[in-house]
T-cell receptor, first 114, second 112 residues
């Protein structure tokens, strides 16, 4: 049982390049999330998908787009990378069946934009 | 304004030296408060959910408690393998599917 799988694990981009971060979960969860984690800032929500077919902005959505491809997969795209997007990106999923459903996280993608 | 504030930012203890980590929150109508553990290079790992004041949950050397304004993570007789960053989070108000808001974490080091 893999849980939440993120690819790639590491990536280096030049300013202006684009890339897509992939995320897949095998727990049949309804909701999926993208967070970024920066030193001194904690985890901040970028986008989320409450259910298949829906996506919504979180706290820090600027510069990103997302696609909920199916119930299992949720991708995050950087169209034109900027140094401020250097961060560790975590995907998470949740049953979201009611109050108190925990999020289950992948092990992250470490992105450096030069 | 921060909804979730954790203290201290960092804590160094000797093996066996018990202590507590604090998480204070300012959201109204708390739906759920969560504790996670994060090891270097890994994603956060779920530990506990607390729903209402007075609730307690335990797992091995860890016990989480909740009041109307804060939560504590008590660590009893810690071992070096308890070294990690501990994160506190509250459920966002949108009905359970719109994620969690996290504090910045407490970096705990247990020295042998």
């Amino acid at each position: 049982n893999a849980g939440v799988t993120q690819t790639p694990k590491f990536q280096v981009l030049k300013t202006g390049q684009s890339m897509t971060l992939q995320c897949a979960q095998d727990m049949n969860h309804n909701s999926m999330y993208w967070y970024r984690q920066d030193p001194g800032m904690g985890l901040r929500l970028i986008y989320y998908s409450a259910s298949e077919g829906t996506t919504d902005k979180g706290e820090v959505p600027n510069g990103y787009n997302v696609s909920r491809l199916n119930k299992r997969e949720f991708s995050l795209r950087l169209e034109s990378a900027a140094p401020s997007q250097t961060s560790v990106y975590f995907c998470a999923s949740s049953e979201a069946s009611g109050r108190g459903s925990p999020l289950h996280f992948g092990n992250g993608t470490r992105l450096t934009v030069t | 304004e921060d909804q979730v504030t954790q203290s201290p930012e960092a804590l160094r203890l000797q093996e066996g030296e018990s202590s507590s980590l604090n998480c204070s929150y300012t959201v109204s109508g708390l739906r759920g408060l969560f504790w996670y553990r994060q090891d270097p290079g890994k994603g956060p790992e779920f530990l506990f959910t607390l729903y209402s004041a007075g609730e307690e949950k335990e797992k091995e050397r860890l016990k989480a408690t909740l009041t109307k304004k804060e939560s504590f993570l008590h660590i009893t007789a810690p071992k070096p393998e308890d070294s990690a960053t501990y994160l506190c989070a509250v459920e966002n108000p949108g009905g359970g599917a719109d994620g969690l808001t996290f504090g910045k974490g407490t970096h705990l080091i247990i020295q042998p």
